[in-house]
């Protein structure tokens, strides 16, 4: 799903949705690497376990200017081309936008709870916010709390997983938050 609107979503804890982002690293043993390889996971994981879903590449016509689109039944996830080129090359937020659209895949597409797309003017709980869960999903999929310490800087994150540095800083202020459990 894209961006532009938001849909809502059967509420899940962050908890649960952090369990989910958990699963992918521990079904290709990555729990030990930090930096996620999320272009290569997503093309295995379509490849091996979603031969039903196709992985398309998409022009920015295509697209409509959005850079990820999932299907709301699980047919396909669709990469704006220069997102796709970003990814592989490691640009942060491109790394970012491919693990949202894996989140939505995984979290959104089960087609006995469809998702109702909210009215742009309704307020989202958070734990109802497709768009927040999705988010949530990439944050800890790419950024696993186990690697981090409360003695890293936003700076370390960069390095260490490359994300953004909005990214890095909502995730340690969140880990703060929470008491770095
Ligand atoms: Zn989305």
Not at 44 to 55: D, G, P, Q, T, V
Not at 110 to 138: G, I, T, V, W
Request: net charge negative.
């Amino acid at each position: 799903m894209g961006d532009m609107y938001d849909f809502r979503a059967p509420a899940m804890s962050w908890a649960q949705v952090d369990a989910a982002a958990d699963s992918v690293r521990n079904s290709f043993r990555l729990e030990e690497v930090a930096y996620f390889p999320v272009v290569d996971v997503v093309e295995k994981l379509l490849a091996n376990r979603f031969e039903e879903i196709s992985f398309e590449i998409c022009t920015h016509a295509e697209m409509d200017g959005a850079e990820g689109l999932t299907c709301p039944r699980g047919q396909f996830i669709r990469i704006r081309e220069d997102v796709y080129e970003e990814a592989c090359t490691g640009g942060v937020r491109a790394r970012f936008t491919v693990s949202h659209e894996l989140g939505h895949l995984l979290l959104h597409t089960d087609a006995d709870k469809p998702l109702a797309r909210a009215m742009s003017h309704e307020q989202l709980k958070p734990y109802r916010s497709a768009e927040k869960q999705a988010n949530r999903f990439a944050s800890t999929l790419l950024m696993p709390s186990r690697h981090i310490s409360f003695l890293d800087s936003a700076e370390d994150l960069i390095e260490r997983f490359g994300v953004s540095r909005p990214a890095a800083s909502y995730r340690l202020d969140d880990l703060a938050k929470r008491g770095w459990r």
